[in-house]
DNA sequence: CACACTTACTTGCAAATGCAACTATTGATT
DNA sequence: AATCAATAGTTGCATTTGCAAGTAAGTGTG
C-alpha cells in the first residue's frame, strides 16, 4: 500500500479525526452565536456550570469542566468586568473565592440554554431520533 | 423547573457538549504526541494532506481541512523551517506554490500513523467492535 | 511553633491565533 | 488593451493562550 492510500485509511477511518472535524465546526458555530453576547467559548461553559451551582470556588468550576486554573483565572476576570459573575469572599477560607451570578446573569440563562439548543438542533439534524439515542448513549460511553 | 436543573439537563443531555468534551480531551492527547516530534496539531494535519496527496496548493489543503489561508502559510513556514515540506513554484501560475514533502517528511508518515492509531485505539477502548462500526457510521453522517 | 508541603489563585512573558489590510497575479468585461 | 473583480498568499497588530513562576493562605509533621 502507498504511503497516500495508507495516509487517507488512517483518515477517513479514524473516529478521533471526525470528531475533531465535528468539534471544530461546533466550536465556530458557538463563536458566531456567543460573539453577539460578547461571550467566548471558555466563558459560556463557566457560565453554564456557574448557572447550574451557585457558589462554587474557581478550582471546582475547573474540575468540573477540566480547564487550568489561569484561564479560570482570566475568564471570570471577564465575565466580572461585563457584570455577570462576581467573586465572593470564601466562608471559611481566605484564599479562595466563590462565584456567583449577578442578575444580569440569571437573565442571560435562557438565551444561553437557546444557543445550546438551536446548535445541537443543527448538529443532531441528519439522524433519526432512534439513531440520536444510540449516538448519546455511545458518547456518553466514551466521555 | 429551576434554572440549576434546566442548566444540568442541558448540559447533560447535549450532543455537542459531550462531543465538545470529547474533542478537548483528544486534542489534548495529540497534542502531547505530536510535540514529542516538534508538531502542533493544525501542522500535523497539514502533514498528513500533503503526505495523502503531494504537490496540493495552499488554498487546497486549506479547504480539504477547512483552515483558513493565513493558518497555512504559517504553519507551512514552520513546516518548512523543520524540513518536512517544500514550497515550489506552481506550474502554471505564478502566484501559487505547490507543496511537497522532503524526504524527512515523508519518513515522519509511519511514525503519525502510529500516533492516530494509538489515540483511536484508546478513544474506543470503552466500545465493543460491534458499538465502534455504529459510532463511525454515525459521526460520518453527521460529518 | 517552626518547617516544609500543598492548595487557590494570579500574573509576566512568549508563542499561537484571528482579523483586516496588503502585494502580486489571474480572470472577466467592455 | 484597460479596467475591475476575484484569487493566492503573506504580514502587522491586537487578543488569546499556555507555561512557569509568583503570592498568599492553609495543612501536616516533628
Redesign the interface.
Known sequence: MT??Q???R??T???????????????RQ?EARLGEHGLSVPQFAIM?TV????GLTQAEIGQSY?MPAYAISRAIDHLEDTGLLERRPHPTSRRAHTIHTTPAG?DL?PT??GI??D??AE??A??SAE??K???A??????
Open positions: 504511503i497516500s495508507q495516509t487517507k488512517t483518515r477511518s479514524s473516529l478521533g479525526w471526525m470528531i475533531q472535524r465535528i468539534g471544530g465546526r461546533l466550536n458557538m453554564m448557572l447550574e451551582r451557585d477540566g440569571q440563562g444561553l440554554f445550546v439548543k446548535v445541537n448538529l443532531a441528519p439522524l439513531e440520536r444510540t449516538f448519546a455511545l458518547l456518553r460511553k466514551i466521555l
